[in-house]
Each structure stands twice: as C-alpha cells, then as structure tokens.
C-alpha cells in the first residue's frame, strides 16, 4: 500500500475502535503516541514504512508474522488540527529506533483536540476481568466531574444541561461509559438533596434528566463497528483524497 492509499478511519470512536482490537486481540502492544505535520504526513508514512513495514496488505502481514518479523503498523487520527496529525505507532515488540512502552506497563493515552490543542484524553487499561476497555484520563474526569458538580451546586440548571449533553457525545466504551454514570450519580445526589424536593415531601423530574436520557443505555462495543469512511459518505476515503481536498 502506498502512504496516499491510507484508508481514513469514519471517527473518532472508529480510532479507539482499530487500536483496542490491535493491542488487545492482535498482539500489538507496543505503542507511541506522536503528532507528525499536517504538510509531511505523506513522508512521514513513507519513512515508517520504510523502517517498520507499517502498511503492508493482510496477507504480507501474515507472512511475516509466520516467518517471526515484527509487525507494526501506524494509526492515523481522522484528522488534523492545528497543523499537526495525531498518530500512534503499533507493534508486537520493541522498536530500537523508537521510545516504545508497553501497554501493561506504561498505558497508552489517545488524543483528542481540546484547549486548542492535541492532549491526552482517553486511556487503554484492563478491566479486573481482564478485557481491555477505554476510559477517560483521570485528570480530564475530574475536569468533568468538577464542573458538573460545580453546576449542580449552584443549581445552574441550563449550564448543567448543556455540559451533560456534550458528555453525551464522548466515545461511550466501557470505561468511559461507567465513568460518566458516576457523574451523573454524583450530579444526581447532589442536585436531589439541594434542589429537587418540594414543600410536599415529593420529588420533581430533575431539568437535566432529558440530557443524560440522551447517552446511549449501554457501552459502546468495537465488535463490529464500521472503521472506515465509506463510499458515498461525504469525506474523503483515503489519505490521499484529503490531501487532494485540501489542495483543491
């Protein structure tokens, strides 16, 4: 494959999607996470590939995991922004050329555009039944956290709203979907003690519940999910499109 042949995953989601069913079911669990420049990710590929073989075919893949070769490969984000492409390079082992960790050892944390830039957001960990879920990190968890509950002190119902229906839109995986229920048991035992009680004795429907009737009822599952952008679909399918797009 060709660095312009890149297939370009659907969305975020499809991401954490691609690299959950690599390091957890494929043996990649190697990683490093990097930002590359927008103008240079053709050459940026090209050299990976160069070095690591990052975009052979299946087949080849195969063969090489036969013949006992590392295998790697490179994870685009679904876009750039701010001039930079967030990526994370994959592999079955260590990578002498490159700072490579290992997930049960140092976890790897996922990116996404906040503040005006490329942070950390959303970390790979091992469940206590050992399958491998996403969770938020946990200094953006106590960000939300904290201003959920900020909100609900004040009893600012609409900031409330407005803050819980952007969780909503998060990428529900296990961990992150457990997490955002402890906000909202949180928010709800706060807000019911303050706020939600009338003079009767009886309980009134809270002015928030119609944002977190929103969030899916279950964890978000990558078995089966659509990782690519389609044909049809209104963005571009490969690497090479984009670039195309962008130019024109």
Same mark, same amino acid.
């Given at each position: ?5 890149? &297939? =370009? ?16 079911? @494929? ?5 490093? $996470?990097?930002?590359? *420049? /927008? ?8 050299? =990976?590939?160069?070095?690591?073989? $990052?975009?052979?075919? *299946? ?14 490969? $490179? ?21 002498? @050329?490159? *700072? ?14 906040? +503040? /005006? ?5 959303? /970390?790979?960990?091992?469940?206590? !039944? ?18 959920? =509950? ?20 998060? &990428? ?20 019911? @003690?303050?706020?939600?009680? @009338? ?7 809270? *002015?928030?519940?119609?944002? $977190? ?10 078995? +089966? ?15 090479? /499109? ?5 130019? !024109?």
């Amino acid at each position: 494959m060709r660095p312009e042949d890149y &297939p =370009l995953y659907r969305s975020q989601s499809a991401v954490l999607a691609a690299i959950l069913r690599l390091a957890s079911r @494929d043996g990649y669990v190697w990683h490093h $996470v990097q930002t590359a *420049p /927008e103008e240079r990710i053709l050459a940026v590929m090209a050299k =990976l590939h160069d070095r690591y073989r $990052v975009l052979m075919d *299946p087949q080849a893949r195969h063969l090489r995991r036969e013949a006992g070769l590392p295998l790697a490969q $490179v994870i685009l984000g679904p876009e750039p922004k701010g001039g930079r492409w967030p990526l994370v390079l994959l592999s079955d082992r260590d990578l002498e @050329d490159e *700072p490579m960790r290992r997930v049960d050892q140092t976890p790897l944390r996922w990116v996404a555009w906040r +503040g /005006e830039a490329w942070r950390p957001t959303y /970390e790979l960990y091992r469940e206590e !039944g050992g399958r491998w879920t996403w969770r938020l990190v946990p200094e953006f968890y106590r960000e939300l956290l904290e201003e959920a =509950l900020h909100h609900a002190h004040r009893g600012d119902w609409p900031r409330l709203v407005g803050h819980l229906k952007g969780l909503g839109h998060l &990428p529900m995986y296990r961990g992150i979907w457990a997490q955002l229920q402890e906000i909202r048991r949180r928010v709800q035992a706060l807000w019911g @003690d303050r706020h939600l009680r @009338d003079p009767g004795g009886q309980w009134k429907a809270p *002015p928030w519940r119609k944002a $977190v009737e929103e969030w899916p009822t279950r964890p978000l599952s990558p078995i +089966g999910m659509r990782l690519f952008v389609e044909e049809g679909e209104d963005r571009p399918r490969t690497l090479g /499109e984009w670039l195309e797009r962008r130019r !024109g």
